[in-house]
């Protein structure tokens, strides 16, 4: 019977980094949703008390350009591509009214960085022939998400199956209009700077009120192995948060003038496999993106869908109230899809590109009190 709580456990823990920890790997912005603690049989065995308290980093840098499923070599070969590197703590308090029942809140911190090339003075040798590269930044809280959850059967009868349904909202918390300084040359060659909104791969947050469901589960095959599940879908039903690009235009395109407020999904699945001692290893595979179109509302805006299919392999520990877990996932597919705003053109050849990461290092510590 410990061994299955234990397993059990690991699972759950380990559903819940996929919605702790779904964020793009690269400029398609997907943001962590959902709740950062875990409502498993063995949380409520191990736990004294009612409160969970945790915290989980992420890390990325992101550099590979696509365009659809293409990867563009050239954009590295030549030193054009745009490197995005982001470092994020979730901080997450859960209370559990009883054995079944979840209630969270989680506040990410972040600090991003950005350079390129077409930024600045641009990536045409003619323009720009020192190659020179810019830096813009982020930095500060993202959007708050509160959460709840609540298992269908109740964990401490261990059910060889069981399935959890949840939902919450998502707080525009986050600064929307984060700006930095883009340089630019003027036409004797003299440098000066312009100050606008940081890409909005970078920016801490998306400017609107969003709702999200979720759902995770597992099938036990034995005391030791079992099959885990985790999904989301968060819609912003705001068409966009009001952010103008490109402040220093006398006009504004009436399609991608403005930050979209996009929607988002992921989905996880994957074996985990208790070691004794506290230790699982896990491994399985995770889709994350931001479609072209949202379920509610208009799509205008600027954005860019596209999505990653990743293979995960992971490991989980936990002794007594304290748990951690280290994932590691690696991109196997990125593509980069077609935005609203593509799909307008007549010719059909209008595709933008995103670049994307090759991974992306998650790691939570959690703790019951």
Partial sequence: MKKIFTLVFLVCLCITQLTDNAFAQGCVAIRGMSHAGATSADFFKQQNGKFQVNAGYRFFRSYKHFRG?????????????????????????????????????????????????????????????????????????????????????????????????????????????????????????????????????????????????????????????????????????????????NPQSATIDPIVGYFAAVDQFAARLGVSQALGGGFSVLLGGRAEGVPSDDLIGSSKGYRRPGYVISGEPGVAYIKNKFSASLSVPIALYRNRTKSYADKQDVTGKAHGDAAFADYLISFSVSRWF
Avoid: C
Wanted: charged letters at 25%; glycine letters at 10%; proline letters at 5%.
């Fill in 69 to 245: 499923d293409h990867e563009e070599k050239e954009r590295v070969e030549q030193g054009t591509e745009v490197i995005n590197v982001a470092h994020a703590l979730d901080l997450g308090l859960t209370y559990q009214p009883n054995m079944r029942w979840s209630i969270s809140v989680t506040l990410p911190v972040q600090h991003n960085d950005r350079s390129s090339l077409y930024e600045h003075y641009g990536n045409a040798i003619t323009a720009n022939p020192e190659q020179k590269r810019f830096h813009t930044s982020s930095k500060g809280i993202g959007d708050l998400r509160i959460s709840t959850s609540y298992w269908l059967r109740d964990p401490l009868k261990m059910p060889k199956f069981n399935i959890a349904i949840g939902g919450g909202v998502k707080l525009p918390t986050g600064d929307k209009a984060v700006e930095g300084e883009f340089h630019k040359l003027d036409k004797e060659g003299n440098d000066y700077t312009i100050v606008k909104p940081v890409d909005q791969s970078i920016q801490l947050g998306d400017g609107a009120v969003g709702f999200f469901l979720e759902t995770q589960g597992y099938v036990s095959f034995t005391p030791k192995t079992a099959l885990y599940f985790n999904g989301f879908y968060l819609s912003n039903p705001k068409e966009h948060n009001g952010v103008n690009r």
